[in-house]
C-alpha cells in the first residue's frame, strides 16, 4: 500500500523526506486548483495530498505498515556515539533542515508615472528565470536506474546521532539529504536539475492604477529561482513616481501647481494647463492670492475600473515679472495710485 503513495509522487520506496517533499512541492503546484481549474486537477491534486500524507504519517492514522517501515529503515541507520557537539547544532539548525512554503510568491517592482497611471498601459518585459528541466523534473537524473540507495543512510537521508543529552536526526553528509547517490547526471540540465529560461512578461494594466497594487502574471508555471525555490505566482507590483509638478493624494485626488502671472490673479479670468495630457481650463477668481487652491471637481485621477474621476486641486503661484519696461512702469503707477 506505501508503495502506491510513492508512484503516485513519482517516486521509489526508497527516496527521502526530503526527494517526497520537493516531488510534493512540485506536483501540488503543477496541480492546484486554483492554477488549473477542473474536475480532473481537483481530483489529482487531492491525490498529490494524500500520498504526502500518508508517507509523512501527518494523518495520524495507525498505519502499521508505514510505522513498521519507518522503525525498520530508522534502526538500520541509526548512529550511536557521542559525536561532536558543534556539528549536532550545526546540522539541527541548518538551512537544509528548514522547509521552504510549497507556495511562494515573485514581485517585479514596476515604477510608472502618474499619466501611465492615469491612462493605463500594457507592461512587457523580458525575464530571466530558471525552469524545472522537462526530462528530469528537478531530480536531476531521469530514470531510477541511475541512481542507488545511499549505504550510509538506507534512503533515509539521515542519520541518528545519540548524544549525552539527546538524540537527534543529522543530514546524510554522503547523499546531502536526497537518500540517493547519482551516478549519471540528467544531460539535458547536467544535474542541475533546472535550466534557464527567458520568459516574456505582458500584461494590460488598466487606468487607474495606485501605488501597491499587484496583478498576477499568467500563463507561467514551473519556474524556479537560482536557489531552487519553486515560485507558483509572479506579480507586478506598481508604484508612482513622484514628479514636481503634480502629486497624488492618498484619497487618489490629482494636486498640480500651475503659475498664473500677477495681472490675472488680480483681475482674475480663465486660464488653462496640460495636465494629465488634457487641456483644463481653470477659472482663477479676482484677487487669488500666492498658494491659494483651486477645486476642479471630476477632472482628477481615472478610478480603476470605473468611468468616474477624482478631484483635481490646482495650486497657485502667483509670477511677477523680473523687468519691466518705460510703458508698463508708467501703467504700473497709475495702478498704484489707486490702492496707495
Request: glycine share 6%; charged share 30%; proline share 1%.
Amino acid at each position: 500500500m506505501l508503495k502506491k503513495y510513492y508512484e503516485i509522487l513519482g517516486l521509489n520506496e526508497n527516496s527521502s523526506l526530503q526527494e517526497v517533499k520537493k516531488a510534493y512541492r512540485r506536483l501540488a503546484m503543477k496541480y492546484h486548483p486554483d492554477r488549473n481549474p477542473g474536475k480532473e486537477s481537483e481530483e489529482k491534486f487531492k491525490e498529490i495530498k494524500e500520498a504526502y500524507e500518508r508517507i509523512t504519517n501527518k494523518d495520524n492514522t495507525s498505519n502499521e505498515e508505514f510505522r513498521e517501515y519507518n522503525e525498520r529503515s530508522s534502526n538500520q541507520s541509526s548512529y550511536e556515539g557521542n559525536g561532536d557537539f558543534e556539528d549536532i547544532f550545526k546540522s539541527f539548525f541548518s538551512e537544509d533542515n528548514y522547509d521552504s512554503e510549497f507556495v511562494k510568491e515573485k514581485i517585479i517592482k514596476v515604477n510608472i508615472s502618474i499619466l501611465q497611471g492615469h491612462r493605463g498601459f500594457k507592461y512587457k518585459s523580458n525575464i530571466n528565470l530558471w525552469k524545472l528541466c522537462n526530462i528530469c523534473e528537478g531530480r536531476k537524473y531521469d530514470s531510477v536506474s541511475k541512481t542507488k540507495v545511499c549505504y550510509c543512510c538506507n534512503g533515509l537521508g539521515f542519520i541518528k546521532k545519540i548524544s549525552s543529552f539527546f538524540s537527534i536526526k543529522q543530514q546524510c553528509s554522503k547523499c546531502k539529504g536526497k537518500g540517493i547517490i547519482i551516478f549519471d547526471y540528467c544531460k539535458k540540465c547536467k544535474g542541475m536539475g533546472r535550466i534557464r529560461s527567458k520568459e516574456r512578461l505582458s500584461i494590460e494594466v488598466p487606468k487607474g492604477v495606485l501605488s501597491g497594487t499587484r496583478f498576477r502574471i499568467e500563463g507561467l508555471k514551473d519556474l524556479i529561482d537560482l536557489e531552487n525555490d519553486i515560485y507558483s505566482d509572479i506579480y507586478i507590483e506598481i508604484f508612482l513616481k513622484s514628479e514636481k509638478n503634480i502629486s497624488l493624494d492618498k484619497n487618489g485626488n490629482i494636486h498640480a501647481n500651475i503659475k498664473v502671472f500677477f495681472i490675472n490673479s488680480i483681475l482674475g479670468g480663465s486660464v488653462k494647463s496640460n495636465i494629465l495630457g488634457e487641456s483644463i481650463k481653470i477659472n482663477i477668481p479676482e484677487c487669488t492670492q500666492n498658494n491659494d487652491v483651486i477645486l476642479v471637481s471630476g477632472k482628477g485621477y481615472n478610478v480603476i475600473n470605473s468611468n468616474s474621476r477624482t478631484d483635481l486641486y490646482i495650486h497657485i503661484y502667483v509670477v511677477n515679472p523680473r523687468s519691466i519696461n518705460n510703458s508698463q512702469r508708467t501703467a504700473l503707477l497709475k495702478l498704484k495710485q489707486f490702492f496707495c
